[in-house]
């Protein structure tokens, strides 16, 4: 069983079946995860609602292939930021969210304030982006770029054990 440490719920092993099945294919539908987890169509439509309403499941979604997309570089890149003023890092915040190539952002410890994780098309769509849109966000003192050769793993399914 695992306990949400924000809520104080308690996940059975039927709530954790079902949402280990939801994240290999959430397009099952309700009698197919119900036949899935053996429980009945209703008690898994309830369950399931109640799962969405605590926070357990955020959204569905389509993963799409980034490549047959157009976006042939995947990044990960290092923003250092000159000065740490609450003002200045919800502005960079903002900006960075509005971003559709940045997929992930972490504001994080250490030497870097921030990494993103960014698809773009092609090298001048790096040197464009990092040039004129990530440098332009002000108090951005530093920005360390890595491409990445290719992907050894990627995976949203979280290990519920």
Known sequence: MIQSSQQHETLDELDMALLRTLQQNGRLSNVDLARTINLSPPATHTRLRRLEQQGY???????????????DLLCFILVSLQILQAEQLEESHKIIRSMPEVLECHYITGEYDYLLKVILHDRQDLAHFVMKRLTSI?????VQTCVAMSEIKCTTALPLE
Do not use: F, S
């Open 57 to 71: 499941i955020r959204q569905y979604t389509a993963l799409l292939n980034r490549e047959k997309a157009g976006y």
């Open 138 to 142: 002000a108090g951005v003192a530093r």
